[in-house]
Nanobody, 125 residues
Framework: QVQLVESGGGLVQAGGSLRLSCAAS????????MGWIRQASGKEREFLAA????????YYADSVKGRFTISRDNAKNTVYLQMNSMKPEDTDVYYC??????????????????WGQGTQVTVSS
């Protein structure tokens, strides 16, 4: 089992920045990669970014490429999402997710088997 706890959400003005954190605990040695996905009520989940646990290779959705940066600190078992130049349309609940085995592309939210509880991000115009 892997437990994930997000933090860092909140309210920010358009053009501002936020950094989300996701602390992993439990059987973290099984983690293959971690990602950030967002979802608003009634909408489909949207992949944002992912990072492999060992090599640190990163993947980004086109909608956030150049604005968001994913990083990890393996010593702390923590993944971060630095969000810059934020827009009102970035308002959503942001989830951290992890996968513990190869399950296909990182871009598919369905390929993660552990999820955090989510943190609300609101961008005001």
């Amino acid at each position: 089992q892997v437990q994930l706890v997000e933090s860092g959400g909140g309210l920010v003005q358009a053009g501002g920045s936020l950094r989300l954190s996701c602390a992993a605990s439990g059987r973290t040695f099984n983690i293959d990669g971690m990602g950030w996905i967002r979802q608003a009520s009634g909408k489909e989940r949207e992949f944002l970014a992912a990072i492999t646990w060992s090599g640190g290779r990163t993947y980004y959705a086109d909608s956030v490429k150049g604005r968001f940066t994913i990083s990890r600190d393996n010593a702390k078992n923590t993944v971060y999402l630095q969000m810059n130049s934020m827009k009102p349309e970035d308002t959503d609940v942001y989830y951290c997710a992890a996968r513990t085995y190869y399950s296909g592309t990182y871009y598919n939210p369905g390929n993660y088997n552990y999820w955090g509880q989510g943190t609300q991000v609101t961008v005001s115009s």
